[in-house]
C-alpha cells in the first residue's frame, strides 16, 4: 500500500494551530471533513473516538513524530491527514519530546488488513531519519503530497 492510496492530501494542514494534542486530534478530523473524508455529522464522535484511544496508549514513537489511529464505522476506507506543528506538541512520547509531525489514521473496523498494511507503510518511512527530517521541514500541502509521493515511489529513500 502506498500514502497515495490513503492520505488525502488536500486536508494536509502544514501548520497546526492548535497548542495540545487533543486540540491538534481535532484540527486535522475538521481537514477530514473539509476534504468531504468523513461525515460531518460525525466529527465531534470521531475526535472523542480518536481522543479515547490516545488516552489509552499514546501514538507519539518519538522521534518527533506521532500516529493516532482509530477504527470507526464513520469511513468506508482507510484515510489519513497530515498536519506539521511548528512549535512541538506533547504527545507524551516514548523519548519525552514534543511531536512536530502527525499522521492521523481512521480505518474502517471491518478492514483490519488494510489498516495494518497503511500503519506498516507509515512505520516504514517515519523509522528513516531522512524521510522524517524531511518530512518536518514541508511547509505546503503540495510539499507534503511531493514527499509522500517521492516516498512511494522510491521505498528504499
Known sequence: MKFEDFVCFKATI?????????GVIAELVTALVQAGRLPAELEAEITKAVIKRENEASTGMGKGVAVPHVKHAAVDDVTA????????????????????SVILLIS????????????????????????RKFLRQCQTPEAFEDLLTEADDNPSW
Open 108 to 131: 474502517p473496523p471491518n478492514d483490519p488488513d488494510r489498516h495494518l498494511r497503511a500503519m506498516e507503510n507509515i512505520f516504514k518511512h517515519l523509522q528513516k531519519e531522512k524521510f
Open 14 to 22: 502544514p501548520d497546526l494551530q492548535s497548542p495540545d494534542r487533543d
Open 81 to 100: 491527514v497530515v498536519g506539521q506543528s511548528g512549535t512541538g506538541l506533547d504527545f507524551s512520547s516514548l523519548d519525552e519530546q514534543p511531536v512536530y
